[in-house]
């Protein structure tokens, strides 16, 4: 799609991590935290490196790093301050962060502790806060079928098919599947049983002005969460996708899309 | 050969149509409508009666194990029943019964909890305790108790190293690790056994397991629902690895656990099981594979390697094996369960442990929704008929049983008692 990807490796003295940081793009720097499910480089992240210099970290045990690096990060404290070292390593001074899912609650976590680092903030259909009325679906506790139908609200519709769509060689098949199912756990140790670890405790530091994006159907946490989010961050706006699930970036690139530039350059 | 009567203690009266629609019978299946504690009043007394006559009647050990939030077994500390046999068994006379825990789950309960609770059952036994140091299931550490599937193993192996050391320290100690912090550690009580009572690792087929058990010389215990045939690819991989790790073929280094049902006539025995048997596996079986293994609970390279090798990676059946078409004749035909006269069970009982090379067997005579009676009667059959030539096996080879209580190891094979139980 244009744009040539290299993955930096940046040695992070704090717990010894390895971190590797894909990056593409051109144009000022813009920092993407992905999903629960590993790294993916969507059309959506193409997209931002039509405008930006996107830099997209591996969580620690998924993508490009190693799968056992896990496990000498203890806490979501080792997290957040491997990412500022992260920020720190690539000079990223102050700068528009975006997330989706549990990438939106690691923004949120990077951003309440270094306000400053963050420029704008795009939190796609985050995790991290919880209701009893409400309940975060149990994703890391279902079969594949399941876990599908609950992400997506269409299945069937074009884009949605061809993110789910599996290698030929069952091999590949086997890595994929291994590499998905390790990308949950290792993201799951910051979330396990209930992702709900004081993000609520910790929004109010958040100073970026902040887009909250969040598919109208989304089957894994309600869409009744934007206003909970919008309310612990001061400067924040909410954008609500019409028949949408849990990943708009693949659902409604379309409309994402324009709306997510739109609140970047203004 | 040591054998274990083992018992699961499950919910006996489910109705016919469960599971129904319920996704699992494992945290899904709601106690308000499907549990009766009046009816759990009895079979807890019911399987304590069923382990104190294999007591008895001349098994090597009675057995007890946790599991949580399910109708499938319900001990959730095996301890509570561990101290009960114990002092049970002291009163009775049968200080020759060996009790095994198989065990206490390590990850999800404190390590110092475990180190005093099983110093206890050993001192209260008088020295007749196995220790079981298991991982758990994913679906009791982490679903049931809320441990991080990715922290799982880790904290298990933590909780061994620290119950080991509260064990035979002789200095106070500080213990400064990841999941436990005690600034001064004292355990009261110790084991009466020295330097501590014997370990047994139970695990499902993670070839990690078998490793670490070679590494520090411990017994391993697979525990399989699929039968003889099934184990052979596990059990003989696990060989595999104490021949690559320099250790001996010693039988008594592998346990295996078995269901068994024994009448006077293999069609009698098919007549009087089946049912009881399809409950056990369309009912209390009922658990996905996506609570046994939620994500982080199996390392990235055991994951790869099943993922690799196909889902029905042991061939006969595994956690994979959709168990719901098939019928008790099926089961008995794959040998997932024993079933048939004494000669039968006894002949099959004993190819298995020949062709698996283990030195303990656990058999589980009461299962699903078999009542007292039944059970007592499949007790007192097998002990008659089976389990005198069971202990047999291995004693003309010069093995020795290094993980038995050292006072029991030398017993010779008793005539079981004729119960009036």
Redesign the interface.
């Known amino acids: 799609m244009g744009t040539t990807a290299i993955v930096k490796t940046i040695p992070v003295r704090h717990c010894n991590f390895e971190a590797k940081v894909k990056t593409a793009g051109s144009g000022p720097p813009l920092v993407y935290l992905h999903a629960a499910g590993g790294p993916i480089w969507d059309p959506f992240v193409e997209g931002l490196c039509e405008h930006y210099t996107v830099y997209a970290p591996h969580h620690p045990g998924t993508g490009e790093t190693a799968?056992?690096s896990?496990?000498s990060v203890?806490s979501l404290w080792d997290l957040v301050l491997i990412y500022e070292e992260i920020f720190d390593a690539l000079n990223l001074k102050s700068v528009p962060v975006i997330g989706t899912s549990f990438g939106g609650m690691m923004a949120c976590e990077f951003a309440a502790h270094r306000p400053e680092r963050v420029s704008k903030m795009v939190v796609l259909d985050p995790i991290g806060l919880w209701r009893d009325d409400a309940p975060v679906a149990p994703y890391?506790?279902?079969?594949p079928e399941r876990l599908v139908a609950t992400l997506y609200k269409h299945l069937d519709s074009p884009p949605v098919r061809a993110a789910l769509q599996m290698p030929s060689d069952p091999?590949d098949?086997?890595?994929v599947?291994?590499d998905l199912?390790?990308?949950?756990?290792?993201t799951?140790?910051f979330v396990?049983?209930i992702p709900d670890k004081g993000l609520n405790k910790r929004m109010h530091r958040i100073k970026a002005p902040t887009l909250i994006v969040w598919g109208e159907d989304d089957a894994l946490v309600s869409s009744i969460y934007a206003k909970e989010f919008a309310a612990r961050i001061a400067n924040s706006q909410i954008e609500i996708i019409k028949d949408c699930g849990h990943v708009p970036q693949v659902e409604r690139l379309e409309i994402l899309k324009p709306m997510v530039e739109k609140f970047l350059s203004a | 050969m040591k054998v274990t009567m083992f018992h699961f203690m499950p919910y006996r009266d489910l109705p016919e149509d469960f599971p129904g629609k319920l996704p699992s019978a494992w945290v899904d299946t709601p106690w308000w409508q499907y549990g009766d504690a009046n009816k759990v009043t009895d079979y807890y007394n019911w399987s304590i009666d069923e382990l104190m006559l294999a007591a008895r009647l001349g098994f090597d050990a009675i057995g007890t194990n946790e599991h949580h939030q399910n109708p499938y077994g319900f001990m959730c500390n095996p301890n509570l029943f561990g101290a009960t046999l114990a002092k049970l068994t002291n009163d009775q006379g049968l200080d020759q019964v060996a009790l095994l825990q198989l065990g206490a789950t390590i990850s999800s309960s404190p390590p110092v909890r475990l180190a005093e609770e099983y110093a206890v059952i050993d001192c209260l036994s008088g020295g007749r305790l196995i220790a079981g140091l298991p991982t758990g299931l994913g679906n009791d550490v982490?679903?049931s108790n809320?441990i991080?599937?990715?922290?799982h193993r880790?904290r298990w192996r933590e909780g061994v190293d620290f119950i080991l050391k509260a064990w035979t320290a002789k200095e106070f100690f500080a213990w400064n690790g990841?999941y436990t912090q005690l600034p001064k550690v004292n355990l009261w009580p110790r084991p009466v056994q020295d330097p501590h009572p014997p370990v047994v690792i139970p695990g499902a087929a993670s070839s990690s397991t078998w490793d670490y058990c070679h590494d520090r010389n411990f017994p391993y215990a697979y525990l399989s629902y699929f039968g003889g045939k099934s184990a052979y690819n596990v059990l003989d991989r696990f060989w595999d690895r104490a021949a690559a790790k320099g250790r001996d073929a010693n039988p008594y280094r592998a346990s295996f656990l078995q269901i068994v049902g024994v009448a006077e006539t293999d069609r009698k025995a098919e007549e009087t099981f089946a049912k009881h048997v399809e409950y056990f596996y369309h009912k209390l079986l009922h658990l996905?594979?996506?609570?046994i293994n939620?994500?982080?609970?199996a390392d990235?390279k055991s994951?790869?390697n099943i993922?690799?090798s196909g889902t029905n990676m042991l061939q006969i059946g595994d956690f994979t094996t959709d168990l719901k078409p098939l019928k008790a004749r099926d089961m008995i035909e794959k040998e997932f369960v024993v079933v048939g006269s004494p000669a039968t069970v006894r002949d099959k009982l004993e190819a298995m442990a020949k062709r698996l090379n283990i030195g303990h067997l656990m058999v589980a005579l009461q299962f699903g929704s078999m009542p007292h009676a039944l059970a007592n009667q499949n007790i007192e059959l097998f002990a008659r008929e089976v389990l005198p030539h069971l202990q047999k096996l291995w004693e003309d080879q010069p093995w020795e049983n290094h993980w038995w209580p050292k006072k029991l190891r030398k017993r010779p094979v008793r005539q079981p008692e004729l119960a009036t139980a």
């Open positions: 799968r056992e896990i496990h203890g890391m506790l279902m079969p091999k098949v086997a890595v599947t291994a199912v390790w990308a949950l756990g290792a799951g140790k396990w049983p | 982490s679903v809320g991080t599937p990715m922290e880790e990841k996905p594979l996506y609570y939620p994500p982080g609970n990235y994951l790869l993922l690799m």
